[in-house]
């Protein structure tokens, strides 16, 4: 995938998240949705494509606009990843140079790749997600999954065992998936999957565009790499 | 102004530690009373979740799912609101509640009722057993007449 292609992908799927997060917005009741509303028009330009490093510039100040209002992230993780890839985009559009623009889209593959091995790593080091009990926990009582008989999961001990497992390795070796375009490319389905898994079980739903949206970069960046080596 | 760029820091340079925990979790109890020096009777899960849903639901929660997103964020009030208490995290808890309760959300038949009170509970496993302790009580909020939300 060619830089501009990644990009223009970016802007696309990046658009329809804060879309996405806008309407939400714009029905819920105690929110600020003067601030949403502007936030979806200029998603919008992003999608279609008609002055997207202005829109992108702005979107970056509505964000900044958002975290004094809510006084942090409103979606915690998936808000903070929109604000990575927007920021990153607003520096591959400001920065003058081709070499400086491809750092800063790189630096958003980095951390896309970092995202799932450091929620590895900080698994496997903990004891109770090696016996599964800390995935029971969420089940149990954690305020995450969506529906009261979802609960029950947390009685099968030995499926949570492997889930854990499954998980952990998953987000350990993803870094791995790089070897290849098509390692990449099965890492990419297994990763959205999985936060499609999230979105159904925990309504994590912004969590899976967000960060779908963060993929062109990594298949720009597994390109570049394997072309020219640095 | 540097408050908030200081929010921005953790967006910029992420930590990535997601579920490195399972800490213990909050809920939202409200109480509705019919003067603000009342002693609260009984305690109502605000928001409770549905006992089920279908995969067909779930499916759709992809696209539109901004009554629970709410819920995700009255959850983060709650997190911030037992490290460290702000009138703003109790503000937006206090407001979605009063908004659930002047859209019939809540269903209150009860005329006397005037003033509202939220606390938090934290709910945490000891061994097998789970258990629910009340950390937070917020001030007691007159509730706007209905004519006037």
């Not at chain 1, 591959?92 to 951390?111: D, H, S």
């Not at chain 1, 999985?194 to 779908?212: E, I, K, Q, Y």
Request: with cysteine; net charge neutral; proline share 5%.
């Amino acid at each position: 995938m060619s830089f501009e292609v990644a990009i223009r992908w970016t802007e696309i799927l990046l658009g329809f998240a804060f879309a996405q997060q806008s309407l939400e917005h714009l029905y819920a009741k105690a929110g600020a949705r003067a601030l949403f509303f502007a936030r979806l028009l200029l998603a919008i330009l992003l999608i279609v494509g008609i002055q997207t490093a202005w829109a992108a510039y702005l979107l970056l100040l509505l964000a900044l606009v958002m975290l004094h209002r809510f006084q942090g992230p409103y979606n915690g993780g998936a808000d903070r990843m929109g604000l990575l890839i927007l920021c990153c985009l607003c520096l591959v559009y400001f920065l003058p140079t081709q070499r400086w623009k491809e750092i800063a889209f790189g630096y958003l593959a980095l951390q896309l790749v970092l995202s799932y091995f450091i929620s590895g790593w900080v698994k496997i080091v903990n004891s109770d997600w090696r016996n599964g009990t800390a995935l029971r926990d969420v089940f149990i009582f954690s305020a995450y999954p969506v529906s009261g008989s979802l609960r029950a999961w947390s009685e099968s001990p030995r499926a949570l065992f492997i889930l854990s497992w499954g998980v952990i390795l998953f987000e350990l070796l993803f870094p791995v998936s790089l070897l290849s375009n098509i390692s990449l490319a099965i890492a990419l389905v297994i990763a959205a999957i999985f936060h499609f898994s999230n979105a159904c079980l925990f309504g994590l739903n912004r969590f899976f565009w967000v960060w779908v949206a963060a993929y062109p970069s990594i298949l720009w960046f597994q390109n570049r790499i394997m072309a020219t080596g640095y | 102004m540097l408050h908030t760029l200081k929010l921005l820091i953790p967006a910029l340079v992420p930590s990535w530690r997601f579920f490195d925990i399972i800490a213990p979790s909050p809920r939202v109890q409200f109480t509705l009373l019919s003067a603000e020096d009342e002693e609260p009777q009984s305690w109502h899960t605000f928001r409770p979740r549905p006992a089920n849903l279908s995969f067909i639901q779930m499916l759709g929660r992809m696209l539109w799912n901004p009554h629970w997103n709410e819920s995700l964020f009255i959850a983060s009030c709650a997190e911030r609101l037992m490290e460290t208490p702000t009138e703003h995290s109790e503000n937006e808890i206090m407001q979605r509640i009063l908004c659930d309760l002047a859209s019939g959300v809540i269903s209150n038949d009860s005329p006397e009722v005037s003033h509202l009170q939220f606390r938090l509970l934290v709910v945490e496993r000891h061994g097998d057993r789970l258990q629910e302790d009340p950390v937070y009580y917020s001030h007691v909020e007159p509730i706007p007449r209905q004519d006037a939300v």
